[in-house]
T-cell receptor, first 116, second 115 residues
Framework: DQQVKQNSPSLSVQEGRISILNCDYTNSMFDYFLWYKKYPAEGPTFLISISSIKDKNEDGRFTVFLNKSAKHLSLHIVPSQPGDSAVYFCAASAEETTDSWGKLQFGAGTQVVVTP | GAGVSQSPRYKVAKRGQDVALRCDPISGHVSLFWYQQALGQGPEFLTYFQNEAQLDKSGLPSDRFFAERPEGSVSTLKIQRTQQEDSAVYLC?????????????FGPGTRLTVT
């Protein structure tokens, strides 16, 4: 039962343009959301996060938007750079799950390719 | 090093063999997680430790999988009688475990191939 879904397996974008990655979730208990970036042969690295009490969080070129009513979040990368080419994972956590506080559920990932 | 380290980076096992995968978390990190990542998929939760206590092992796929963290730092994931479906990348992550810190720091993973 996939509770976090990234329906676009790949995205190609031109350098300098905006990359928009989407993520949907089904579990209403999720209250914290993260984006991770992964290069080949490396572990995922944290990119940006958002709490369910907010609808937007911005960090430099990266902005995450959360629409709780739609159970949808998106990651915007502006402007896109060749070094942004990687797999991006959306992840979610339920704070109230006290036995596994911080346990993450991941989407399947979106491969982003930024072309010069 | 300051990051999470895992060893070995690659492991090839014949079906039926036992394997042990090691994780060295960031010093001082209370929480430790193991994830399994199949090809083309996102990481899937296996088990969680808070210090030496294993608080959640609901993601372990079978009783062939066993994890321990006896002194609250290094952790070992053991897979007995490996099967081909165990082939995956096994990721370890650690975090401070404080209420304001959800960020998990991942190691590079161990790629297990069962032949």
């Amino acid at each position: 039962d996939q509770q976090v879904k990234q329906n676009s397996p790949s995205l190609s974008v031109q350098e300098g343009r905006i990359s928009i990655l989407n993520c949907d979730y089904t579990n209403s208990m999720f209250d914290y959301f993260l984006w991770y970036k992964k290069y080949p042969a490396e572990g995922p690295t944290f990119l940006i996060s958002i709490s369910s009490i907010k609808d937007k969080n911005e960090d430099g070129r990266f902005t995450v938007f959360l629409n709780k009513s739609a159970k949808h979040l998106s990651l915007h990368i502006v402007p896109s750079q060749p070094g942004d080419s990687a797999v991006y994972f959306c992840a979610a956590s339920a704070e109230e799950t006290t036995d596994s506080w911080g346990k993450l559920q991941f989407g399947a990932g979106t491969q982003v390719v930024v072309t010069p | 090093g300051a990051g999470v380290s895992q060893s070995p980076r690659y492991k090839v096992a014949k079906r039926g063999q036992d394997v042990a995968l090691r994780c060295d978390p960031i010093s001082g990190h209370v929480s430790l997680f193991w994830y399994q990542q199949a090809l083309g998929q996102g990481p899937e939760f296996l088990t969680y430790f808070q210090n030496e206590a294993q608080l959640d092992k609901s993601g372990l796929p079978s009783d062939r999988f066993f994890a321990e963290r006896p002194e609250g730092s290094v952790s070992t994931l053991k897979i007995q009688r490996t099967q081909q479906e165990d082939s995956a990348v096994y990721l370890c992550a650690s975090s401070l475990g404080t209420i304001l810190d959800y960020e998990q720091y991942f190691g590079p993973g161990t790629r297990l191939t069962v032949t």
